[in-house]
């Protein structure tokens, strides 16, 4: 066990796979020679080469569909889309390739991964902090994830590295930094599909996504000082979704709140919600809150942009008003 | 002259464009009767491209195609049956009748394959050559895309990315001189596109697109630098779609006359023409009409195959609740 910054757990995660498997390789803008922005690839184009860490031109819509069908032929691509913002230039080669040749073509398997960020708080203004997941999660045929520990950082990425699907993996430009435990062991994994219980609690449960479960434990703090029992659920696996994990909660609890970082309308909460709704209404006593961004651009000026974004506050506010 | 197909090849060569013919002229009277579903976009008068640019290739190379791609199929490999199958939406076609006509893909034969959103195949093949060049083989992949294709940004993002990366990609370039209803002079300032080529430092080449010959010769060419390791390569190939976009088109903006000059040029009159001699007329004619009895017994055999049942796919549907 060592403790490594969320970006370095990464790069252990890719540097392991790379050495176990010669078909893994690593293509995106500024990720060889200068390592990524966020400099989670530092140093892999020195140890594993051009051939196998290369910069590309700015071309996303082409390189997603290249990875499709790299994924298609006998390789297992993992491409870096720099900003979640840049997602809707992908969005034909998720949607209308990625999506379909499971399905429609026989022995054809797609063994890549998307690596991108999103989300707010940084100052990086309308069109780098946005959190697109409802774009991508709504797409079947995806695995989509969103760690937010280092530990599940590199132990997510490992499978879905090995995952013989597209998995799109959500990063978070302010979790890069963050410190923790991560095992040396190379055989480590996360499971994809499986919630983690941040912190246990008996009243309600929050159902959180990367950052948010952050604010979310928070939020449980901040509750727990008006003797309010929160649970706290990082789904880690935004789809397919830990359905499990948050039925036996909210058998327990009766009340959700869900949090996430994207848009209200049509977004991951609604979807939480509604899938909340499906498969555990008899044991709710009071309706499911959202916590979300409004649906308006992230603006730049601090004071405007932490008035937008949701936060431990917001988060204990829904959760007072739904107990209610 | 180099590069040049044998007669064998040039004879297999003839039988396919055949096949391709009546295969389209038979699903065009399928379609008039009511016995298909949904649009079907014939090549008929541009089988010399599909059918003479895949014929060097080996069953490992890789192709992909686009919603008009009956000769690419067939000109890779893919029995007809299977084809006709797929298209009448039966459970013997290629893809279960998953597909249809437009996506149709065949891993085991190199073809995945159809595409249907206009200019996705030049991005899908040039992810093909990147994955044999990290795997390190001497594969190939060949991208068929048309005119209107040739259009969209990421037909200029894939060239630059196959030339800059020299991936074993072929661009084949099918100008057929519409997308859709649109002709080419109103979506781009120059009639030959080749010239953008240049641009990238990529080799390219105009031929005649009704000569199968002239196609294989200029397609070979590219397909042996491709497998050298010296990059991609762009074949202009200038054809006429003799008709219309799909089974929906109404006509009325195919000049008569433009339609005439290129029907006296039709790729088969021109093979036929050219191998006569060699062959004799006998023959070929005997090669004709197998080809087509072959089609024939294809499509009465996929309109007795049984209709496909609907299973869920988990996978996509992970939730039962989907259902």
């Known amino acids: 066990m060592a403790k490594l910054r969320y970006a370095e757990a990464l790069n252990q995660a890719l540097r392991e796979e790379m050495q176990r498997d010669p078909s893994v390789f690593l293509f995106g803008e500024d990720i060889a020679r200068y390592g990524g922005v966020f400099k989670v690839t530092r140093g ?210 009766h009340h959700a709140v869900v949090v996430n970082e994207g848009w209200r309308f049509c977004g991951y909460a609604a979807e939480l919600s509604a899938t909340i709704m499906d498969h555990a209404f008899d044991d709710l006593d009071g309706p499911v809150a959202r916590v979300t961004l409004p649906d308006m651009p992230v603006p730049y000026s601090e004071p405007l942009e932490m008035a937008v974004l949701p936060n431990a506050a917001k988060i204990a506010d829904a959760a007072r008003a739904t107990l209610r | 002259m180099k590069n040049s197909p044998s007669t064998t090849e040039r004879i297999e060569m003839h039988r396919k464009m055949v096949l391709v013919r009546r295969l389209e002229e038979r699903l065009g009277e399928l379609h008039k009767a009511g016995k298909t579903r949904g649009p079907i976009h014939r090549c008929d008068g541009q089988e010399a491209v599909g059918v003479g640019a895949t014929a060097m290739l080996a069953t490992s ?74 795997r390190g083989g001497s594969d190939v992949a060949m991208c068929f895309f048309g005119d209107g294709a040739a259009q969209t940004g990421i037909c200029h993002e894939s060239m630059n990315i196959a030339a800059l990366w020299k991936l074993p990609v072929v661009f084949v370039l099918e100008h057929n001189q519409y997308g859709l209803t649109v002709h080419h002079s109103v979506q781009s300032p120059v009639a030959d596109l080749s010239i953008r080529g240049a641009g990238y430092a990529i080799p390219s080449e105009i031929v005649d697109g009704n000569d199968a010959v002239a196609v294989y010769r200029a397609v070979a060419t590219a397909v042996e630098r491709a497998r050298r390791g010296e990059g991609p390569s762009l074949v202009e190939a200038k054809t006429y779609r003799m008709q219309g976009f799909s089974t929906s088109d109404m006509g009325g903006y195919q000049g008569e006359e433009d339609l005439a000059a290129w029907a006296a040029r039709d790729p088969i009159k021109v093979s036929f023409a050219s191998l006569v001699d060699a062959v004799g007329q006998e023959r070929l004619e005997q090669v004709e009409q197998e080809a087509v009895a072959e089609v024939d017994a294809a499509i009465e055999a996929a309109l007795e195959a049984p209709l496909p049942t609907f299973a869920v796919f988990e996978k996509t549907a992970p939730y039962a609740e989907s259902f």
Not at chain 1, 67 to 83: D, F, H, K, Q, W
Not at chain 1, 116 to 135: I, M
Not at chain 1, 224 to 241: C, F, K, Q, T
Request: glycine fraction near 10%; charged fraction near 20%.
């Open chain 2, 61 to 134: 190379d890789y192709v992909t195609s686009t919603h008009r791609g009956h000769a690419h199929y067939v000109g890779k490999g893919l029995g007809v049956h299977g084809i006709a199958a797929e298209i009448l939406g039966r459970e013997t076609g290629y893809c279960g009748g998953r597909a249809g006509h437009m996506l149709i893909g065949e891993k085991a034969s190199g073809v995945i394959g159809g595409n249907a959103i206009v200019g996705a195949s030049i991005p899908a093949a040039t992810g093909m050559a990147l994955s044999i060049q990290v």
């Open chain 1, 44 to 253: 892999l184009m020195d140890e594993f080469g051009e051939g196998r860490v290369r910069d590309t031109p700015i071309s996303e819509q082409t390189l997603a569909a290249m990875a499709v069908t790299a994924a298609m032929t006998g390789t297992r691509p993992i491409l870096e889309i720099m900003y979640a913002d840049f997602m809707p230039l992908v969005l034909d080669a998720l949607i209308n390739q990625a999506s379909i040749y499971e399905y429609l073509w026989n022995d054809v398997s797609m063994p890549f991964v998307l690596r991108t960020q999103g989300g707010g708080g940084a100052g990086a203004g309308a069109q780098h902090s946005k959190s697109l997941d409802s774009l991508v999660a709504h797409i079947p045929g995806l695995k989509v994830v969103a760690p937010v520990t280092p530990a599940d950082a590199k132990g997510l990425l490992k499978t879905a590295i090995r995952d013989s699907q597209p998995v799109i993996f959500l990063e978070h430009k302010l979790l890069y930094n963050l410190r923790d435990d991560v095992p040396d062991d190379p055989d480590f994994t996360v499971e994809i599909g499986k919630a983690r219980t941040v912190c246990e609690g008996a009243d309600i449960s929050i159902f959180a996504t990367s950052r948010m479960v952050l604010e979310s434990h928070k939020a449980a703090e901040l509750l727990a000082a008006d003797g309010i029992s929160a649970e706290v659920i990082d789904l880690r696996s935004l789809r397919p979704l830990d359905l499990s994990a948050i039925k036996t909660s909210i058998a327990k609890t």
